[in-house]
């Protein structure tokens, strides 16, 4: 089945710093990809969609320039938080789907704490 | 906003059946029913989705009522494996729509 792989699986970095995190779809290709941040005991919030080819999609209350959506082939995201702090510490997930699929396969999830 | 209410927690004792209620009074023609689940610090992982009629495979089976306006997800013999979050979703399928989670209902496999 189609497979999406998200690296790191945790980061933790220094407040002011940036990091970026990956989401690649392992066995087929994905025209858009979805960002989510998860706090805990939450829900998903979805954060942005990501086309590949072209500018990202922000949901409202999220900020663009501080969370950099690049999708720049068929197979791979990234997500970059930029100059991070404690507040963005957080449970980012992203999925995608296989055009052949009916549903959507998630990553397994990076877990980013700010120090 | 996620279209779709659901029952905060749940629990259920090891081996009987878990039914996971859903109610998306305002779901339209054309969209589909998906359950996904969530065990704790990993991704959401698919279980099952239909429109109108039940649906089963092997890992769970799906009830939508005839009017479609709530449907009830069924593990048949629960495990503690079983324990995570269970959200219910409704969409259109085969479109790159973007999926809004609701809160999900956290289901408690009793040993």
């Known amino acids: 089945g189609a497979v999406v792989s998200q690296h790191p699986s945790w980061v933790i970095c220094k407040s002011g710093t940036s990091v970026k995190i990956e989401c690649r779809s392992l066995?087929?290709?994905?025209?858009?990809m979805f960002w989510y941040r998860q706090f805990p005991k939450q829900s998903l919030m979805l954060m942005a969609t990501s086309n590949e080819g072209s500018k990202a999609t922000y949901e409202q209350g999220v900020e663009k320039d501080k969370f950099l959506i690049n999708h720049a082939s068929l197979t791979l995201s990234t997500l970059t938080v930029t100059s991070a702090h404690p507040e963005d510490s957080s449970f980012y997930i992203c999925s995608a789907r296989d055009i052949g699929m009916s549903g959507y396969t998630f990553g397994s999830g990076t877990r980013l704490t700010v120090v | 906003d996620a279209k779709t209410t659901q029952p905060p927690s749940m629990d259920c004792a090891e081996g009987r059946a878990a039914n996971l209620p859903c109610n998306h009074s305002t779901i339209s023609g054309n969209e589909y029913v998906y359950w996904y689940r969530q065990i704790h610090s990993q991704g959401p992982q698919y279980i099952i989705h239909?429109?109108?009629n039940n649906e089963t495979n092997e890992m769970a089976s799906l009830i939508i009522t005839e009017d479609r306006k709530s449907s009830t997800l069924i593990l048949p013999h629960a495990t503690l494996r079983d324990t995570a979050v269970y959200y219910c979703?409704?969409?259109?399928?085969?479109?790159?729509?973007?999926?809004?989670f609701g809160k999900g209902t956290r289901l408690h496999i009793l040993p």
């Open positions: 979703i409704v969409r259109v399928m085969n479109r790159d729509d973007k999926i809004i």
């Open positions: 239909g429109l109108k």
């Open positions: 066995d087929f290709q994905a025209t858009t």
